[in-house]
């Protein structure tokens, strides 16, 4: 039998910027009842909201949009809302696809934006550094946590952008399922999965950002590991790395080296 047990405390302060935020997550974790207190080999959850505060990612933005455009590296595709600002799938500066660059305005005061932290992986190592000494533990993940879409879904889910201690992906490849067939392509995003079940206890109003998972300790590491960046995809294997706009342009510089012209007929011809 296979058991995963999450949970949430109540009892987190008000994140500001400068906050020990390690420090104000082990605090509240040290206080729990002995048998909630983590133990090696589980995972401790925590919002990128709240990271992004400590870290002094709350800027004061009128307009969110220039907020996003500044955030962005590479626009993917992008839809017009009549009486709306248009709707912008991008690639941000950690490398995520994502909705607005990750952008967010809400939990903050009116007139300022989040923006996600600089570098989630290193901010999971220091919480990580943070819980091993004040909670005396020798073998605990990280994971730090945003809300995004999926391609082809509706609706929202947690992943993980950033983590520590924990093995980002499960490498199914070269075993065997069930029926002795083997696994060729199965690769588990695990810290993914550790996100969006940890969001079931914390949820979006409730004001709980930190969430401890229990049972996942086969993949937690005595090292930091590779963090959560591993699994963003490269270029050279995504299938749909161009948005409509670029493919489009795409095309038709290809047909003009080619000698094409718009409709497909020579430049010239007649």
Known sequence: MERLSVWAPDGLPEITPGDDLGELIADLLAGLEEQDRPRDGDVVVVTSKIVSKAEGRVVAADDREQAITDETVRVVAQRERPGLPPLRIVE?????????????????????????????????????????????????????????????????????????????????????????????????????????????????????????????????TDADGPGARALVRGSADDLFREGSAEAYARGLADGAAAGLGSDGGELGGH
């Open 92 to 220: 941000n500066k950690l490398g995520l696809v994502m909705a607005a660059a990750g952008v967010d305005a809400s939990n903050t005061p009116e007139g300022t934006v989040l923006l996600l932290p600089v570098d989630p992986d290193a901010s999971a190592r220091t919480i990580r550094s943070a819980l091993t000494q004040r909670l005396g533990l020798g073998r605990i993940g990280v994971v730090v946590t945003d809300t995004a879409g999926r391609p082809w879904r509706d609706a929202l889910v947690d992943i993980a952008i950033g983590c520590a201690g924990i093995t980002p992906t499960d490498d199914l490849r070269g075993s065997t399922d069930t029926h002795g067939r083997p696994l060729n392509v199965t690769v588990t995003a695990v810290v993914d999965e550790i996100a969006a079940a940890s969001e079931l206890v914390r949820g979006k109003s409730a004001g709980r950002a930190v969430a401890v998972v229990r049972g996942m300790d086969r993949h937690v």
